[in-house]
């Protein structure tokens, strides 16, 4: 099972003082020696996190395949295939949203998506859809002509948020936060089985299938485990993970520096 890692989140704090660290080109390295097998990186239309310097920047210097999620949008698509990352994983944006809530809808501008993709993949860039997990999205995934699909799995990391204690959940995705836990238990089970029929149906298409949104270190066991899921994209859960992992350090090295 491949890891990518998301950094957008290092550039939010960045720009939470608009200045120039911490960078998420400095992020690179030290993912690729943890072992990472990707970074993933979300060039937005408003830029708030990575803006076109840093994703010129880590396509350019990351020894590891970098996954440029994208919109659309036709200024955002010349400047990816200016950038030319490895991969290019498509997905829905809202200006208003806090993170991309739910998977792209492929039926409105089918003809759109597939001549986005085509484009992309004829510049060398293999192209991902970031999709809902049902049959299909994964029909019109290959029609469309996707190398990959990325199946959305914040609907899944909501629903076990909410059963199992007061994890960090998101509430976008589940209009009804009012269920009982054994209403819960069922809606976990059916989108457990949801990613897990989808990924099975997108390898027999010949999909290449990666998962990813709101995964953290207790709801991926029962991801990690998913016959045909080969890649998950982390981000949230990892970053803010590291900001207590290195804590402890960054304050002792102030301290010996004011010593
Ligand atoms: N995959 C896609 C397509 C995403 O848009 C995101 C969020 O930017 C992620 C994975 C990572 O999600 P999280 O930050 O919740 O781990």
Known sequence: MLLGVNIDHIAVLREARKINDPDPLDAVPIARRAGAHQITIHLREDRRHINDDDAQKIIENSQIPVNLECAIDEQIIEKVLELKP?????????????????????????????????KLKDHGIAVSLFVDPNARSMELSKEIGADW?????????????????NLPYTRHCIKELDLCRSELKVLLDRSIKDLQDSSRYANTLGLKVAAGHGLNYQNVKEIVTMEG????????????????????????DMLELMR
């Not at 498509?90 to 998977?103: A, C, D, F, L, S």
């Not at 799995?153 to 629903?159: D, E, H, Q, R």
């Not at 890649?231 to 002792?252: D, H, M, P, W």
Request: proline residues 1%.
């Open 149 to 165: 699909v990325e199946l959305h799995t914040g609907l899944y990391s909501n629903i076990y948020a909410m059963l199992y204690s």
């Open 86 to 118: 490895h991969r290019a994983t498509i997905v829905p944006e809202k200006r208003e949203e806090v993170t991309t809530e739910g998977g792209l809808d492929l039926v409105k501008n089918f003809q759109t998506f597939k001549d986005v993709t085509t």
């Open 229 to 252: 899921i080969i890649e998950l994209n982390i981000g949230q859960c990892i970053i803010a993970r590291s900001v207590f992992t290195g804590l402890q350090k960054a304050i002792t």
